[in-house]
C-alpha cells in the first residue's frame, strides 16, 4: 500500500508495506524502486526526487534509464563529512545496502585518502522509527551501541546514511 499525499504543485509517495529497504536485495530495491516511479508517472509527476539513501544508492541509475523526466536521488553527505573533519575520522551510519552499494564505495574511495571511515549497519533503527519507538530504552540502546565505538575513536563528523535516521 502506498501513502499519496497530494498538495497543488507536490505528489508525496510512501512505500511503507516495503519499507525498510536496507535489508532488501539490489534486484527488489530496483523493481519497487521503477514501480514507484511508474506510480508518480501516472500522477502526471514531471520530476521525481528519490528521498532515500538506499534507493538512491542502489537503484537511481536504473531508474533514470527507465524514464525520460529528472530523477534527483539523494545520498549519503559522506564527502562533506570528509572535507570537513578535523580529526581524519568520520563515522558513517546506513542500511547495508547503502553501505554495500557502488555509488558509496565510488564517493568514499574518490575522497577519502587519508581519512578513517567508522561505518555502522542501523540494524534495527528503520523499524524503531517506522514503529514510534523514538524515546525507548530498546531504541537508545541501540544507538549507544552503534555510535559509542565511533565516538570512542575520535570521529568528528557522523553521516546518517538513511532518511529516517534524523528522527
Known amino acids: 500500500s502506498f501513502i499519496i499525499h497530494k498538495k497543488k504543485l507536490l505528489q508525496y509517495l510512501a512505500d511503507n508495506r516495503n519499507c525498510p529497504y536496507g535489508n532488501k536485495s539490489r534486484k527488489e530495491i530496483i523493481k519497487l524502486s521503477i514501480k514507484n516511479c511508474s506510480t508518480l508517472i501516472k500522477l502526471k509527476c514531471k ?6 539513501n538506499t534507493a538512491t544508492t542502489n537503484a537511481v541509475s536504473e531508474i533514470r534509464k527507465s524514464f525520460e523526466i529528472p530523477i534527483i536521488g539523494i545520498e549519503p553527505a559522506i564527502k562533506p563529512a570528509i572535507i570537513n573533519t578535523k580529526t581524519g575520522k568520520i563515522g558513517i551510519l546506513a542500511t547495508e545496502k547503502t553501505l554495500s552499494s557502488n555509488i558509496y564505495n565510488q564517493t568514499s574511495n574518490k575522497f577519502s585518502s587519508n581519512i578513517e571511515i567508522h561505518k555502522q549497519i542501523g540494524y534495527g533503527l528503520v523499524e524503531a522509527i517506522e514503529n514510534g519507538n523514538l524515546n525507548k530504552n530498546e531504541t537508545k540502546d541501540l544507538l549507544i ?16 546514511g538513511c532518511t529516517h535516521y534524523h528522527f
Do not use: E, G, K, R
Open 47 to 52: 520530476i521525481i526526487v528519490i528521498a532515500c
Open 145 to 160: 551501541s552503534y555510535l559509542n565505538p565511533m565516538i570512542n575513536s575520535n570521529i568528528d563528523q557522523l553521516v546518517l
